[in-house]
């Protein structure tokens, strides 16, 4: 087969274009939700309370989950909800489908299970507990992704970037150990911004900074035609490609 022009043009060919498209929109719409969502809640509680005229006092949740019971509550589980589907829509090989996919739904679990706050039945409880185990399974998760899948060896990646990384990852593990800790022993209770917080909101900043970076670095690699390890293609789009050796007869 000799590779001409059409073939460049090619349903197949197209697809991968547009697929690399759609994996960096993916990961840029995860990276954005976590770079804003902490700063959105405590803003939004604000706002609320100065335009209907009430104290602005407390404005800060105790904790990201404890948006659920504030004003922000439908800001709160939206931007769980987009991150869910985002996750879960998000494709780029089986091993990163998988865990994407889990992520998604743990995700729709931390949306869908409010947190427990003290009081209510054993119900509330059990369902406070599933909210923990589905938050930490989702910092879990997006850590990994940080640490074993934009750190990709096999690519032309500068060293740089996978340390930064690898920084995230560590850093989205340091923190939701801090928050555990800060969570369990109550320490800075009566703090303006509580440290469990500040632990949540450092973690939703490195995996959102992280997400970030992997969507422009993919961007750029589509739009340098980089190799397959790094831009995933369609089944039979390499047999397209003309560097590849089944495009030439």
Not at 70 to 93: H, K, M, P, S
Request: with cysteine; proline share 5%.
């Amino acid at each position: 087969m000799t590779h001409d022009v059409r073939t460049q043009n090619s349903p197949a060919v197209r697809r991968s274009t547009q697929d690399v498209r759609t994996i960096a929109i993916l990961r840029l719409g995860v990276g954005l939700i976590g770079i804003l969502l902490p700063m959105a809640l405590p803003f939004g509680n604000w706002l609320a309370a100065e335009l209907t005229g009430r104290g602005t006092d407390g404005f800060w949740p105790n904790s990201m989950s404890g948006a659920y019971y504030t004003d922000t509550r439908n800001v709160f589980v939206g931007a769980l909800c987009a991150l869910g589907v985002f996750l879960i829509c998000y494709r780029f090989d089986r091993r990163d489908d998988r865990w994407s996919t889990a992520a998604g739904f743990f995700a729709l679990g931390v949306a869908l299970c409010p947190t427990y706050t003290g009081g209510g039945s054993g119900l509330d409880r059990t369902v406070g507990v599933f909210h923990l185990v589905f938050a930490g399974l989702l910092f879990v998760m997006l850590a990994v992704f940080c640490l074993y899948s934009f750190r990709n060896p096999r690519s032309a990646q500068p060293a740089r970037v996978g340390t930064a990384y690898l920084v995230a990852g560590v850093v989205i593990l340091a923190a939701l150990a801090l928050s555990l800790l800060a969570g369990v022993t109550g320490v800075g209770s009566d703090w303006p911004v509580r440290p469990l917080y500040l632990g949540e909101w450092l973690a939703t900043w490195a995996f959102g900074l992280a997400w970030t970076g992997a969507a422009l670095e993919l961007a750029a690699h589509g739009r340098r035609d980089a190799d397959s390890a790094v831009v995933p293609r369609q089944p039979g789009a390499d047999a397209l490609d003309p560097k590849h050796p089944e495009a030439h007869a």
